[in-house]
């Protein structure tokens, strides 16, 4: 890998928000968007940005032509793990950032994804990529482990159908992360499925999408009456909201609803 010849000030990471997307793009090309330390820092400014109460989506993008080549090794060979005096990895706290966001989030790939990049990407609810993309578990070739990465990626993928990739370090394509379930679409069109993606949640309640989405990342293995009566509980509690009188009332009058009609 190569270090970066940017100048210091400039941002490694670019935000932009347009009509309730916030746009955040990896911007190193010079040696592939590798997470380096300033990188990941700049990572946590733009979420910062994309966290405000006026976004209602989040795009994880890149510039050209990786999307993320993992961990910086010039980096980490001279200054070892990025870590901060308060103890969390600050590549770990990017990614809990990610899923944890009460906007969904999406990780547009049109280029290869390896080691931290995948654990990056797979820590956002959709990841649309284009079919030539392909992606790889490096690290135990040069002698680690995918040890931070792992969480999010075995909560989307089961063991056994990563098991080769991970102790190999062999590469796949985007049919194959399709099939396991690393990615959810596979598009030539990758702007076009982002935007219809982000159309749909835009039309959804702001609340309503923001609960949906702790449901898909709820824990699992709470006894089945006890989920029952929590989420029961959760669907009475949006019935009666505002926002959720607002979205009937609207369907009965043939309206779109409030938020609807501020995009």
Known sequence: MTTSVRDVGTSLVRVAVAHGVATITLDSPENRNALSTRLVADLHTALDRAEQSDVRVIVLDHVPPAFCAGAD?????TTGTPTTASGPNPMASAMQRLRDAAQPTIAAVR??????????MASCDLVVVRPEVDFAFTEVRIGVAPAIISVPILRRVGWSAIAAPFLTGERFDAAEARRIGLVTHVTDDVDGEVARLCDGVRKGGPVAVAATKQLLHRNQAQAFDEALTEMSALSDSLFRSDEGMEGMRSFLEKRLPRWNEER
Not at 111 to 120: D, E, N, S, V
């Open 73 to 77: 090794l010039r980096e980490r060979t």
């Open 111 to 120: 280029g290869p994804a390896r080691a931290g990049g995948i654990g990056l």
